[in-house]
């Protein structure tokens, strides 16, 4: 699944392209990925103008000019493909053939047509462009819901802070992550309701860095290590966003170019080779059922 890292470059990618296109019509077959009334869809998706393109946690939103907007949750599988031209693409999500071959295609869950302003105003000719969502598996959904609701959404309004965002502070993520007192450390920060955005390969990193023993409970880890803990999150999170996301996550154009983030791993994926920091081999183990890598030398506390 995405990680914080991979959903923003998604972003990124995504804000260069569909702000100002005007949605032109939406084709769905499959009720669980497009949970939408097909009147909302209507009144509220079909004419309206993409305005902007954020994001919380790994939900990305599509703010339109009528006052509602598209929440995606790529989750396992999914896929957003933008399809201007056959040498202007952008794909990203669940990497396979689907974002760079010829779609739609079996996969394909629902198709966005829009319209795009042509670059050179006089020619008068406005652009035509499509967006795919694609989803083998299914659990990935594309929610129209009215732009002022978004707060108030169950699971919004569960998530833990930005690891990111301005007003997370140290005391913050203190309190929310000693609510898990008895969890393993490792699974408490990959709890959404702690702090947003993070999975699997970018707690694995930022425990490495903090020197912090990734099956440790969390009423054993001591203040300032956890505060240290909050600081190495938001640095692997930065350098995962410069890097374009993990290798095996996204491909950021139609070329099937792949962000570079797992070469730069410290342990994750890297079990059986030495560690940099002391040369001690990293290990690999299952914490709660989930692949979790580790310094046993450099983990200790
Ligand atoms: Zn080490």
């Known amino acids: 699944m995405p990680e914080l890292p991979e959903v923003e470059t998604i972003r990124l990618g995504l804000s260069e392209l569909l702000p100002k296109q005007k949605v032109l019509a939406a084709t769905y077959d499959w009720p669980k990925s497009f949970p939408n009334e097909p009147k909302t869809v209507e009144r509220f998706l079909v004419g309206s103008t993409i305005e902007s393109i954020d994001r919380r946690a790994k939900v990305l939103i599509i703010h339109l000019s009528t006052g509602y907007s598209l929440l995606i949750h790529l989750k396992m599988t999914g896929q957003l493909v933008y399809v201007e031209s056959e040498d202007k693409r952008f794909g990203a999500g669940h990497p ?51 732009t002022v609701e978004i707060d108030q959404l169950e699971f919004m309004k569960k998530l833990g802070p930005e690891p990111l965002g301005d007003f997370v502070t140290e005391q913050m993520f203190i309190d929310r992550i000693r609510r898990r007192a008895n969890s393993y450390v490792k699974i408490a920060l990959i709890n959404q309701e702690v702090i947003a955005g993070v999975g699997n390969i970018y707690a694995d990193e930022s425990l490495w860095a903090s020197g912090i023993k990734p ?12 505060k240290l803990l909050l600081g190495n999150v938001k640095e692997v999170l930065k350098l995962g966003i410069e890097k374009g996301g993990s290798t095996d996550k996204n491909y950021v154009n139609s070329k099937g170019q792949k962000g570079s983030y797992l070469e730069f791993a410290k342990v994750f994926r890297r079990e059986g080779l030495a560690c940099s920091a002391c040369g001690d081999i990293i290990i690999k183990i299952r914490v709660n059922g989930r692949g979790t890598h580790y310094c046993p030398t450099c983990q200790k506390r």
């Open 96 to 146: 396979n053939d689907s974002l760079i071959a010829s779609l739609p295609n079996s996969t394909t869950r629902v198709i966005f047509e829009l319209e795009r302003w042509s670059d050179a105003k006089s020619s008068g000719a406005n652009g035509r462009a499509k967006l795919f969502f694609n989803d083998l598996r299914k659990f990935g959904w594309v929610k129209l819901i009215p």
């Open 215 to 226: 099956t440790k409970r969390v009423k054993n880890v001591s203040e300032k290590r956890l």
